[in-house]
């Protein structure tokens, strides 16, 4: 996981993953928090990974990198608490099932949502992308840029991102179709935020020059 400043929700980020796959290996790209983020990942037992603040996925792709171990899958969640890990297992167990699936999502727009966020920018910008997503790439989708994902490690092992920012999703959408594996989402539920929300208004222009740029490669 990526972080910045998020000593709000690493910790009970943390927690929750540890209670749900307790012995999986946690890895930290921290951006240099100013706050207590990295204590509080380094007490809770997480590998910890300096990198400048260039963006989620330039520390993703970093994280990447620093895998020296051989995995059958990589989890990919938010630190700020939004993601339950409680629907980790199962969708460990579904992509073990299937092995012509290479990427298992968390579909935070389901039956579940609340129905007061249907009337914020947030869920209304990820309407936009996601039917933008879904037009001009082939790959459907209900929640194309969740930051919840489990990815066969053999798909993403020598990948090499061009997304700095969280145009990442976009992109990791299409490395797995690239390499010949199919996506599946599992419907979730999605928490309130802890701490100081990153994304921004601006960053859809990003995801959305991405999602273009993917449409012709």
């Known amino acids: 996981m990526a972080a910045v400043n998020e000593q709000a ?4 980020t943390l927690k929750d993953l540890k209670k749900h ?3 999986s290996h946690i890895i930290v790209v921290d951006g240099y928090s100013t706050d207590k983020t990295a204590n509080i990942a380094t007490k809770l037992g ?3 990974i300096y990198r400048e603040c260039n963006g989620k996925g330039d520390a993703l792709a970093h994280a990447i990198d620093n895998i020296t171990d051989d995995y059958e899958y990589v989890v990919f969640i938010d630190a700020d608490y939004t993601y ?3 629907f980790i297992p199962h969708m460990l167990q579904t992509i073990q099932e299937n092995p ?3 990427m298992i999502c968390g579909n935070r ?3 579940n949502h609340p129905t007061v966020w249907k009337n914020s920018m947030f869920y209304r910008g990820n309407m936009i992308l996601g039917y933008t ?3 001009l790439n082939g790959v459907a989708m209900h929640d194309p840029l969740t930051g919840l994902r489990v990815v066969r490690w053999k798909i993403i092992r020598n990948w090499k991102p061009k997304s700095k920012g969280f145009d990442i999703e976009v992109e990791l959408n299409h490395q797995v179709g690239k390499q010949g594996y199919n996506t599946i989402e ?4 999605y928490r309130k935020r802890l701490g100081e929300k990153k994304l921004k208004m601006k960053h859809g222009a990003t995801i959305l020059k991405r999602i273009l740029f993917e449409s012709l490669n």
């Open 9 to 12: 929700g690493i910790g009970p």
């Open 21 to 23: 796959i307790p012995n």
């Open 46 to 48: 997480a590998q910890i």
């Open 84 to 86: 339950p890990a409680q």
């Open 100 to 102: 012509t699936v290479g």
């Open 109 to 111: 727009f389901n039956q």
């Open 133 to 135: 997503h879904n037009m």
């Open 186 to 189: 599992i419907p979730i539920q």
